[in-house]
């Protein structure tokens, strides 16, 4: 079954300084991966997506993700990051012939000035 | 282009009362629809989804019980709400695979229910 894993619950950087976030992936074939935001009260809002072509994809608000297959990764970066960064990233990846989607766990980024 | 709504935004029940959720999606024919809870401190979980009209999958057994009447619209329901159904529920809709590309969903903004 797929699974996805989010290492680390909670991330602080301080304001300008990059980030990078973490996810790993358990599927059998080619994935299809997704990362998410999530504000505090709010619903998730999909940052970018990987299906096929290049592994670097670009997606909103200045993040890019990398695909990795060898290491079953698709890690989240922002080489800047802004205080209205600061909310849940969650990682997915398409499971059940595209009718589901399995979630990691979330990490919480908090954003120091 | 498509939007999700749900309703309502907030909700505060008590125990044994019984819960009706509403997400509607506008823009789209078909989608898949999907209920979802967060329980303070975790991630989502995945309670129902549907592939059509009266198509209901239940991920996990428990209070809750899901209802899809017509083509865009998605109704979570329950009878007697218990403690343990606080949360925030959201709602998301995807294409259907058949039609798709990728398979990202897209979520509404929310319902916040406390059952005190």
């Known amino acids: 079954a797929q699974s996805v894993t989010q290492p680390d619950i909670h991330i602080t950087v301080s304001e300008g300084a990059s980030l990078e976030l973490r996810c790993n992936y358990s599927?059998?074939?080619?994935?299809?991966l997704f990362w998410y935001v999530q504000s505090p009260g709010q619903g998730l809002q999909l940052l970018l997506k990987?299906?096929?072509?290049?592994?670097l994809v670009q997606g909103i608000k200045g993040f890019e993700a990398e695909f990795k297959r060898s290491q079953s990764s698709f890690n989240l970066r922002k080489p800047s990051v802004h205080w209205s960064d600061a909310a849940e990233y969650f990682c997915a990846v398409g499971a059940e012939y595209g009718n589901k989607l399995v979630f990691g766990a979330g990490t919480i980024l908090r954003v120091k000035s | 282009s498509q939007t999700i709504h749900q309703w309502p935004a907030t909700l505060v029940q008590p125990v044994g009362s019984p819960l009706s959720l509403e997400c509607t999606v506008e823009?789209?024919?078909?989608?898949?629809l999907y209920w979802y809870r967060q329980a303070a401190g975790r991630g989502l979980q995945l309670l129902f989804y549907?592939?059509?009209?009266?198509?209901i999958s239940s991920e996990v057994p428990q209070n809750l019980s899901a209802s899809r009447p017509q083509d865009r619209q998605f109704i979570l329901s329950s009878k007697k709400l218990l403690l343990s159904d606080s949360g925030f529920y959201l709602c998301?809709?995807?294409?259907?695979?058949?039609?798709?590309?990728?398979?990202?969903?897209?979520f509404g903004p929310g319902t916040r229910l406390t059952v005190t």
């Open positions: 998301a809709w995807s294409s259907p695979p058949r039609l798709a590309v990728t398979y990202e969903q897209y």
């Open positions: 599927y059998g074939a080619t994935p299809y």
């Open positions: 990987y299906f096929s072509g290049d592994t």
């Open positions: 549907s592939v059509g009209i009266g198509q």
């Open positions: 823009g789209t024919s078909n989608p898949n």
